[in-house]
């Protein structure tokens, strides 16, 4: 009588599995053990001034866009002083004038788990008795702003990274917004080269 032996299906079997293993398996493995990748940063605006700075624009005392070795300025940047007069802010009184971005729109995907930051470089040789400020601007309605406080008091000749986060997200989502610089002098002394700052960035960050 012949018996029938199973021991040939089972090795089929098996190899068959090992082989299938073999395919699939690397791809599981990937989705188990890694992460997602993070989202990108989005870039919602972006300013060097080596375009003369377009789109910018002034209100008062001082602010323009220095062009390369002027009043110190290695390269082309915002700046407040009154060349080509002088390299200092100096006027017989007090002072005061802002620097507008061109607006950009505050959008994507919802604020919430995502942050907005501005960030940027600045050079500063004023007297004590001057105030420097940045705020987040409504494009359409200047009496909406938020202020970005941020350790910019500091003189400084070599160029310093600031990166100043924007408060009320959620208010501003969707808003057609502006970064605006702003410097209010006492009139007192005013000698120093003023103020500079470049390399302009506002991004949302997604977490």
Known sequence: MQRFSFALPIVVLFLGLFA??????PAIGKRAVHSP?????LKLFEENFESGGPGWTVEGDFWHVAANAQCSSVTKTAAYNRWPAA??????G????SFTSPPFVISGISPVG???TVSFTYTKDMDAGEIVSFFLVDAFDNGIWSSLPGPYGSNTSTPQPVTLTVPNLGFWWGRT??????IISDGIDDQGLGFNFDNVLA????F
């Open 20 to 25: 299938f293993s073999q395919v699939v398996s």
């Open 37 to 41: 990748a993070p989202l990108p940063s």
């Open 87 to 92: 390299c200092n802010y100096f006027v017989s």
């Open 94 to 97: 007090a002072s005061e004038g």
């Open 114 to 116: 995502n942050e907005l």
């Open 177 to 182: 917004a502006a970064l605006q610089a702003v």
């Open 203 to 206: 991004k949302k960050k997604n």
